[in-house]
């Protein structure tokens, strides 16, 4: 089995995807939830695209991770928000 602590080099840009329903604070929420967790100051990138019924919306936040630490943190508290479908 693989050592999975070194697939990742940090300091680095890290395209994260969350998905949910298309509603107004989906990307308020999820934007909030990603820059408690980034330096003061750090620019985060956003995309999003709506699917094709227009039911659902994914955004990429691309920002510097620090740590896996950071990065798990993150995850937990994007996964506990009830408007959070999936983030990956």
């Known amino acids: 089995m693989p050592n999975t602590e070194n697939l990742i080099q940090f300091p680095c840009a890290y395209p994260l995807k969350v998905m949910g329903k298309n509603s107004n604070q989906f990307h308020a929420v999820v934007s909030s939830i990603i820059e408690r967790h980034v330096a003061e100051g750090e620019c985060v990138a956003y995309r999003s695209k709506s699917s094709s019924g227009g039911n659902y919306i994914s955004i990429t ?28």
């Open 61 to 88: 936040a691309t920002f510097s991770a620090q740590s896996r630490e950071q990065l798990e943190a993150i995850y937990q508290d994007l996964n506990r928000h009830e408007l959070v479908l999936m983030a990956l």
